[in-house]
């Protein structure tokens, strides 16, 4: 099987822009959940969809926003780019309710916002 | 919300030492705790995990304790080698199918060699 995909792997952006991440998750999982990563404050979670539902929300301002696609794939977008929003977002992925809550992560993608 | 705290940071050991990672958390519902470990570069990957109606888990040279009273759990590795220098995370989180992990903010171990 293959593993949770994330797209792009790189990107820069400047402040004010936004940007939409995509992340694909091994076939059969239909949880998805988004995590920031920075090097003081570690894993941050975002939000969980299941099912095309939002079903978990983190502690991050309103410019932060997902969604999850019929066929479990997720986008995340991040609007009005601030410099502190440079960082490594992950997107990880389950089976769904019941499982054994084991999650499995993508490589990342990282974004530099100057 | 919940809030877990990671300790040490940093860690450094000497091969075929043992190492432990101590964290603490916030929040009595939480009773679900995995380890993420995260190669320089790599994704995280989860080594092991406990639920909080057991006290300890261990799987070859890795180990896990709880100690729901005092509301904290620990990561043992013992004999440790080079392969096992990496960022490690703890993590707690409510209900069986919870998705959304409280980190803790990890901890850079290195073996010397």
């Known amino acids: 099987k293959a593993g949770v995909t994330q797209t792009p792997r790189y990107l820069i952006k400047t402040r004010g822009q936004q940007v939409t991440l995509s992340c694909s998750p091994i076939?059969?999982?239909?949880?998805v959940s988004w995590y920031q990563q920075t090097p003081g404050q570690g894993l941050q979670f975002l939000f969980e969809?299941?099912?095309?539902?939002?079903?978990n929300k983190g502690n991050f301002p309103g410019r932060f926003s997902g969604r999850q696609f019929s066929n479990s794939r997720s986008e995340m977008n991040v609007s009005t780019l601030e410099l502190g929003d440079s960082a490594l977002y992950l997107c990880?992925?389950?089976?769904?309710?019941?499982?054994?809550?084991?999650?499995?992560f993508g490589e990342g993608s990282r974004l530099t916002v100057l | 919300g919940e809030n877990v705290e990671q300790h040490p940071s940093t860690l450094s050991v000497q091969e075929g030492d043992s190492a432990v990672i101590k964290c603490t958390y916030s929040?009595?519902?939480?009773?679900?705790f995995p380890w993420y470990k995260q190669e320089l570069g790599k994704r995280p990957q989860l080594i092991i995990d406990?639920?909080?109606?057991?006290g300890e888990k261990k799987d070859q040279r890795i180990a896990v304790t709880l100690n729901k009273t005092a509301k904290h759990f620990s990561l043992h590795i013992t004999e440790t080698q080079p392969e096992d220098s990496a960022v490690y995370f703890c993590?707690?989180?409510?209900?069986?199918?919870?998705?959304?992990?409280?980190f803790g903010t990890g901890t850079r171990l290195t073996v010397i060699p």
């Open positions: 990880a992925s389950k089976p769904g309710p019941g499982d054994t809550g084991e999650l499995f």
């Open positions: 076939s059969g999982h239909r949880s």
């Open positions: 969809y299941f099912s095309e539902t939002q079903r």
């Open positions: 929040d009595s519902a939480s009773n679900y």
């Open positions: 406990i639920r909080s109606n057991v």
């Open positions: 993590a707690a989180s409510k209900g069986t199918g919870a998705n959304n992990l409280f």
